[in-house]
């Protein structure tokens, strides 16, 4: 697996999570990292995306405002704080590298993506 993502579980309405990308053996610095997310159901989401050097990002409408991409290359990990959560926010989430982040459109030129990490969200 190229790419791990962690830190899900459950939580209550309202809480928080920060979810983690590992790039195991993976040079995540080379590209773009987005997460996306898929509940049971229904199609992928995507949700953020950051460019490799973190000068640009990108939210979708659900995650403005609540969510925060982050990375540090150091470590070779991503990160999305997730603040604020509801009930729809419950999914599996995944990380992925794509090329450019600009809007939503990264989520179709996805090159690698691997396990998610579930967030279920309930009182």
């Known amino acids: 697996v190229q790419l791990q993502a962690s830190g899900g579980g459950l939580v209550q309405p309202g809480g928080s999570l920060r979810l983690s990308c590992a790039g195991n053996g993976y040079a995540l610095d080379l590209y773009t990292v987005g997460w996306f997310r898929q509940a049971p159901g229904k199609e992928r989401e995507d949700i953020s995306c950051?460019?490799?050097?973190?000068?640009?990002?990108y939210y979708s409408d659900s995650a403005k405002g609540r969510f925060t991409i982050s990375r540090d290359n150091t470590k070779n990990t991503a990160y999305l704080q997730m603040n604020d959560l509801k009930l729809e926010d419950t999914a599996v989430y995944y990380c992925?590298?794509?090329?450019?982040?600009?809007?939503?459109?990264?989520?179709?030129?996805?090159?690698?993506w691997g396990q998610g990490t579930l967030v279920t969200v309930s009182s």
């Open positions: 950051i460019t490799f050097n973190s000068e640009s990002t």
């Open positions: 992925a590298t794509t090329w450019r982040c600009v809007d939503s459109s990264w989520l179709q030129e996805m090159n690698t």
